[in-house]
């Protein structure tokens, strides 16, 4: 077997697999909810998610926990509240994986 083949099989599954992840997190209609508002408030605090989604604040850290840990949100500590902003580069990312 061709060494050079297998080194270069395995980045690529555990990037179709963290693919997959992703797109199971995108594939949420609660991320969806998040994602649309990002969309028109592309800098948006907690407690503007909590308000625009109308989502439980539970539900709503937990879903932002996961958006941000899957890298689909960029999180900066603001003194108020954490901002929240889509990570474009991570979308591009896994759309043309996808493709």
Same mark, same amino acid.
């Given at each position: 077997?061709?060494?050079?083949?297998?080194?270069?099989?395995?980045?690529?599954?555990? !990037? %179709?697999?963290?693919?997959?992840?992703?797109?199971?997190? *995108?594939? @949420?209609?609660?991320?969806? $909810?998040? /994602?649309?508002?990002? !969309? %028109?408030?592309?800098?948006?605090?907690?407690?503007?998610? *909590?308000? @625009?989604?109308?989502?439980? $604040?539970? /539900?709503?850290?937990?879903?932002?926990?996961?958006?941000?840990?899957?890298?689909?949100?960029?999180?900066?500590?603001?003194?108020?509240?954490?901002?929240?902003?889509?990570?474009?580069?991570?979308?591009?990312?896994?759309?043309?994986?996808?493709?």
């Amino acid at each position: 077997m061709n060494t050079s083949m297998k080194s270069r099989f395995f980045p690529d599954g555990e !990037k %179709v697999t963290n693919a997959i992840k992703i797109l199971e997190v *995108l594939c @949420h209609p609660d991320t969806a $909810a998040v /994602l649309g508002c990002l !969309k %028109v408030w592309p800098e948006s605090t907690w407690v503007d998610l *909590l308000i @625009h989604t109308k989502m439980d $604040a539970d /539900l709503l850290h937990d879903r932002l926990e996961l958006m941000h840990h899957a890298g689909l949100i960029h999180k900066r500590k603001d003194s108020y509240s954490p901002v929240f902003s889509v990570s474009q580069s991570k979308l591009k990312k896994v759309s043309a994986l996808v493709r």
